[in-house]
């Protein structure tokens, strides 16, 4: 990258405030980066503006794994063109129960369509009829899809089970993202400027930008190295995957504060949510790895991609980046 930003940061990104994990690196003098150990995000209102208050002057890239984008054939239905001019505008006006979650199938709508609100005979094929879709596929982004090294993501407006990500992205777009759109003007330090919608990666960050891309952990394990033997949820899973962690900061030069290096050597420890903060370290390494050009960003050179549907930092993109 022509211009480091001076600091790299990713969020874990639950759907609750105890979920809600924070890690980042700080750009030295010499153009290494220090890596704190994770803490609490805290309020995602407030999120953006901490971020700057830390490192005031230059580049930030946030890397968040919630999606930055909606699917294709949703946004034609809905005649959204411009992901990034139209966020601000969910959840007032026409877009006024955007965020609402649908608590029965009646009551899904282009206008309204996460669902469900709670568990009980909801299925995702209700999304699919009542948002004129063909199948569940059509709920995903070009991102979304299986992978060699990954399974698909789950659909962006399913708000049920375990590998949901509906209700992360609506406390993203709305309380986080949006919200600060409509706060800030483009030239304030705070102004978050959406990659990949709104230029590619080293322009944007050459610009001194407070930059947000969409960083997948799961997309991560294999840039770095790791392989996952059992669940992540395993504290001796993710004791035995720190081997590749510090592998990898090692031979990227990145330093690790103590209570880092301790936590990848415990494993993060054996209280529940532990699996949280490792994914936000997996994150945090993986934006590095495309800050310290270890890995090209993925861009996509699809005008459709870039404008609405968004990517994943450090995928492979269309092309072949």
Known sequence: MDTLPVLVAHADWGSSAARRRL????????????????????????????????????????????????PLRYAAVAGITDFAAILPEFGSGQWAQFYNVADHPDAISIVRPFYPQRPGGARQAHLVRALGMASIDDLRRRCDRAAAARRAAAP?????????????????????LGAARRAYAPDDAAFPWLWPFEGRLNDIIAAGCLVVAEVYPAECYHHLGIMLRGSKRARATRVAAGAALLAWADAAGVALEPALRRAIDEGFGAVPGSDDDFDTTVGLFGALNVVLDRRAPGEPDDPVVRSVEGWILGQRGESGE
Not at 52 to 65: E, K, S, T
Not at 156 to 176: C, E, H, N, P
């Open 23 to 70: 890690a980042y690196a700080l750009c030295q003098p010499d153009g290494t980066f220090l890596a704190v150990a994770p803490g609490p995000a805290g309020d995602p209102q407030t999120l953006l503006a901490r971020l700057r208050a830390l490192a005031p002057n230059g580049a930030i890239l946030f890397g968040v794994d919630f999606p930055l984008g909606l």
């Open 156 to 176: 962006i407006f399913w708000t049920l089970g375990a590998q949901q990500v509906g209700k992360a992205t609506i406390v993203g777009w709305r309380d986080m």
